[in-house]
Every structure is written in structure tokens, then in C-alpha cells.
């Protein structure tokens, strides 16, 4: 499994610190946090990629964050697909 998450369904008021604390609680460590923006208008998507430093951190971040409400939303965490995973359309 990666080490990088994809986390979907972002408030917009939702900041990289706030993400940053949840994903380390219980001792995690986040390498990382890349905001998704909008490739023709460079706004935010509401999306992100967090980067765990391992993927047992990853598989662990999974189960502790998914479905949780931060800022009013319920997140949805994944395993993050390689660009050539996905659906070139």
C-alpha cells in the first residue's frame, strides 16, 4: 500500500494544520499535506493528498479519520491511485 491518502469531501474553511493534527493523533507521523486546486481556475477543490511515513501509519490514519466530521463535513479518506491508475477520460 502507498503511503499517500487521499482525503475528498473538504470543508473549505478545513486548514492544513487542523488536517495536520488529526492525521497525527495517536502518534502518527504526516510527511506531508498537498492541497488539490482546480487545474483552469487554481481554486481549491476541496480535496487533499496526505502523505503518512509508512504504510501501516497510512492504514491506521484510514481507520482513525474516514468518516469523520471536521468543519461541518463528514471526510473521505482513501488509499490515493497512481496517476496511471486511473480512468485516462
Same mark, same amino acid.
Given at each position: 500500500?502507498?503511503?499517500?491518502?487521499?482525503?475528498?469531501?473538504?470543508?473549505?474553511?478545513?486548514?492544513?494544520?487542523?488536517?495536520?493534527?488529526?492525521?497525527?493523533?495517536?502518534?502518527?507521523?504526516?510527511?506531508?499535506i498537498?492541497? &488539490?486546486?482546480?487545474?483552469?481556475?487554481?481554486?481549491?477543490?476541496?480535496? $487533499? &493528498?496526505?502523505?503518512?511515513?509508512?504504510?501501516?501509519?497510512?492504514?491506521a490514519?484510514?481507520?482513525?479519520?474516514?468518516?469523520?466530521?471536521?468543519?461541518?463535513? $463528514?471526510?473521505?479518506?482513501?488509499?490515493?491511485r497512481?496517476?496511471?491508475?486511473?480512468?485516462?477520460?
Amino acid at each position: 500500500m502507498s503511503t499517500k491518502l487521499y482525503v475528498g469531501n473538504l470543508s473549505a474553511g478545513t486548514t492544513q494544520d487542523t488536517l495536520r493534527n488529526l492525521f497525527a493523533d495517536g502518534g502518527r507521523h504526516v510527511e506531508r499535506i498537498s492541497n &488539490l486546486n482546480d487545474r483552469k481556475t487554481g481554486e481549491r477543490r476541496g480535496s $487533499c &493528498l496526505v502523505q503518512m511515513s509508512s504504510p501501516e501509519e497510512a492504514i491506521a490514519a484510514i481507520a482513525a479519520v474516514n468518516g469523520q466530521e471536521v468543519d461541518g463535513n $463528514c471526510l473521505a479518506v482513501r488509499a490515493a491511485r497512481l496517476r496511471s491508475d486511473r480512468d485516462p477520460s
